[in-house]
Antibody
Framework: QVQLVQSGAEVKKPGASVKVSCKAS????????IHWVRQAPGQGLEWMGW????????FYAQRFQGRVTMTSDTSSDTAYVELSSLISDDTAVYYC???????????WGQGTMVTVSS | DIQMTQSPSSLSASIGDRVTITCRAS??????LAWYQQKPGKAPKLLMY???TLQSGVPSRFSGSGSGTDFTLTISSLQPEDVATYYC????????FGGGTKVQIK
């Protein structure tokens, strides 16, 4: 069965960087984009961008450009998102999600809580 | 930029009631719309894509309709396990979520 398993919670200081992983199983990793979506406490969903594991190509939401990097490792079927220059407003649950070619995201990771605090 | 507006932001209904949630796009997006259900502390779950296509395994009491700018998600008979926040998502270009609708039992 399809599974996306994310790395554990992180606590970072303002100005630092964080890297979250998402290990995929149960499907052909290189066949589908992986998207990253975040959710601040009590707030809605915010799309951050996608990575194409087949060729490493990535596309980022405008508001994160220059601060986010999405990568993938086909040897371990793992996708990564790294966010730099963290501020308190980056405190959120970060989700990876598998693209459904017919629309939407059909499988999601369990989420990784990132807390930015001095 | 396209804006996605969901309404209402919250609602309370009785078990068995018909519940309708609306999502409006600021410009036409054809049928490039998905709906998700999110329960507290859990990841979102895909309910519907292409505005009206039910994702595998989703109960048939959920239905979707619309095209262009106006879309609806309907729960034909509200059940206790449907308590959740529902989001629409436009994927005609860069994915964009609506603000969410919190559904509670009266």
């Amino acid at each position: 069965q399809v599974q996306l398993v994310q790395s554990g919670a992180e606590v970072k200081k303002p100005g630092a960087s964080v890297k979250v992983s998402c290990k995929a199983s149960g499907y052909m990793f290189t066949g589908y984009h992986i998207h990253w979506v975040r959710q601040a406490p009590g707030q809605g969903l915010e799309w951050m961008g996608w990575i194409n594991p087949n060729n490493g190509g990535a596309f980022y939401a405008q508001r994160f450009q220059g601060r986010v990097t999405m990568t993938s490792d086909t040897s371990s079927d793992t996708a990564y998102v790294e966010l730099s220059s963290l501020i308190s407003d980056d405190t959120a649950v970060y989700y990876c999600a598998k693209n459904n070619w017919f629309g939407g995201f059909d499988f999601w990771g369990q989420g990784t809580m990132v807390t930015v605090s001095s | 930029d396209i804006q996605m507006t969901q309404s209402p932001s919250s609602l309370s209904a009785s078990i068995g009631d018909r519940v309708t949630i609306t999502c409006r796009a600021s410009q036409g997006i054809s049928n490039y719309l998905a709906w998700y259900q999110q329960k507290p502390g859990k990841a979102p779950k895909l309910l519907m894509y292409a505005a009206s296509t039910l994702q595998s395994g989703v109960p048939s009491r959920f239905s979707g309709s619309g095209s262009g700018t106006d879309f609806t998600l309907t729960i034909s008979s509200l059940q206790p396990e449907d308590v959740a926040t529902y989001y629409c998502e436009n994927y005609s270009s860069a994915p964009l979520f609506g603000g969410g609708t919190k559904v509670q039992i009266k």
